[in-house]
């Protein structure tokens, strides 16, 4: 089955520093990836949706230049806090289309805790 | 706008019960409806999906029941055991491979 890698599984970082948050797609290729943000015991709240070769779409009200979306190739997205303060402390998932039809594959998910 | 809207928010079932989740749609566009199963600091899981040419599917213990007329749909999970203790997210799309609309979660707990 369609399978999405997500690393790193946890990461506590200092508050002004960045963070990569890598996402694959392990046995597939995927021309669109999106990234989410879940907090606490709500559900998950699309970010952005990324396209290989071409600049992310953001939905309204998230930061573009505080996180940096890269689909360089068919197998790989990035997301790049910058700057994390505390408040951008979540969960991020990120999600892969394997195919017409499959629906989402989601990765395993990311904590990110800003100290 | 909220385009999905699921109910309830949580859910405690006996074992071996029956454990329902609803969910209401309003674009009519909408032609995939999955849901989804998430275990505390996983990422979500597809657990079946239905489009609206059909009714009704059903896999193993997991069954949707769709109703197109009144744009609703939900997931019934058959002899309810522990280890089904989990959120549930319903979500609708177009297409299936486009954005997708996630229901607000329900957290579902089997008591054994």
């Known amino acids: 089955g369609a399978v999405v890698s997500q690393h790193p599984s946890w990461v506590i970082c200092k508050s002004g520093t960045s963070v990569k948050i890598e996402c694959r797609s392990l046995d597939f290729q995927a021309t669109t990836m999106f990234w989410y943000r879940q907090f606490p015991k709500q559900s998950l709240m699309l970010m952005a949706t990324?396209?290989?070769?071409?600049?992310?779409?953001?939905e309204q009200g998230v930061e573009k230049d505080k996180f940096l979306i890269n689909h360089a190739s068919l197998t790989l997205s990035t997301l790049t806090v910058t700057s994390a303060h505390p408040e951008d402390s979540s969960f991020y998932i990120c999600s892969a289309i394997a195919g017409q039809g499959y629906g989402y594959t989601f990765g395993s998910g990311t904590r990110l805790t800003v100290v | 706008q909220q385009q999905v809207k699921q109910s309830p928010q949580s859910l405690i079932v006996q074992k071996g019960g029956i454990s329902i989740i609803n969910c209401a749609y309003e674009?009519?566009?909408?032609?995939?409806f999955p849901w989804y199963q998430q275990f505390p600091g996983k990422g979500p899981a597809l657990l079946i999906a239905?489009?609206?040419?059909?009714s009704e599917k059903k896999e193993g213990r997991f069954t949707i029941s769709f109703n197109k007329s009144a744009k609703q749909f939900s997931l019934h999970i058959m002899d309810s055991q522990p280890g089904d203790s989990a959120t549930y997210f319903c979500a609708a799309s177009i297409g299936g491979f486009n954005k997708f609309y996630f229901g607000s979660g329900t957290k579902l707990n089997v008591k054994p």
């Open positions: 239905i489009r609206p040419d059909v």
């Open positions: 674009n009519t566009a909408f032609d995939y």
């Open positions: 990324s396209n290989e070769g071409s600049k992310a779409t953001y």
